[in-house]
């Protein structure tokens, strides 16, 4: 098969949907989308606005990865600090792929399980068909890891309620974990009954939170909302009164 190799002298951010559509071919499943976020105090990246129609256009996520030299992306806190303030994580979705250093697969025995069952004082066990058998003496306990193995096969549901960890936060939101590998955003707009200023007056990292999934985009980005589900748990309450 020969390749087609397509060149512009138009370099703008139309020029670029022009090459894109003259591929003819369309981006199954989750795209990512590979730049250079730049350096601090570095100039020679493209900028968010340059690249932002075309991510758009694919559904794109930015992916990167934390730099193994000194500077202002070899760690996760500096990179993610680079990310807001050179625009990209107000352009599009980010992940860092090596965000958390070490992966976690939820393998018999592995560490995935291991947390599990340290977190909520159980015993889990896999048979060689995949069969998972959950026991313990604490029946909130069972629920709880019943509920994250659920999480971890299966894809969070709209409108399903979920105890979360806080992961980071941003001016805009907090980042919540619903089980290893599954993570969603609770924008400021939605992590209380009343109006909040700062997230971190709500919230901090570690913290332990229910969320309700209120919705998850066309790039399988999360969305929660804690008041959502504070207003839900308070009516279930009141019904179970009457």
Request: net charge negative.
């Amino acid at each position: 098969m020969n390749s087609k190799v397509y060149f512009t002298t138009d370099l703008s951010p139309a020029a670029m949907l022009r090459l894109y559509d003259a591929l003819g071919v369309q981006l199954p499943g989750k795209v990512a989308v590979k730049l250079h976020s730049g350096e601090p105090g570095n100039q020679n990246f493209l900028r968010p606005d340059f690249m932002k129609p075309m991510i758009d256009k694919v559904g794109g996520t930015i992916v990167e990865c934390n730099t193994a030299y000194d500077g202002g992306r070899n760690t996760t806190a500096a990179h993610w600090e680079t990310m807001k303030k050179h625009g990209w994580s107000d352009a599009a979705a980010v992940d860092i792929l090596d965000e958390k250093e070490d992966m976690e697969l939820a393998v018999p025995g592995g560490k995935v399980i291991q947390k599990i069952c340290a977190d909520c004082n159980v015993k889990i066990d896999i048979n060689d068909d995949g069969d998972v058998f959950v026991a313990g003496t604490d029946s909130d306990g069972v629920r709880r890891a019943l509920s994250i193995i659920e999480t971890i096969v299966n894809d969070p549901e709209i409108g399903a309620i979920y105890k979360g960890r806080v992961t980071r936060l941003m001016n805009f939101g907090a980042f919540v974990e619903l089980a290893p590998g599954k993570e969603g955003m609770v924008h400021i707009s939605k992590l209380d009954m009343g109006r909040v200023e700062k997230v971190e007056d709500v919230v901090a990292v570690g913290d332990e939170v229910i969320v309700k999934v209120t919705d998850i985009d066309q790039q399988g980005r999360i969305n929660l909302s804690r008041r959502d589900a504070l207003i839900a748990m308070e009516a279930k309450k009141n019904a179970a009164k009457q």
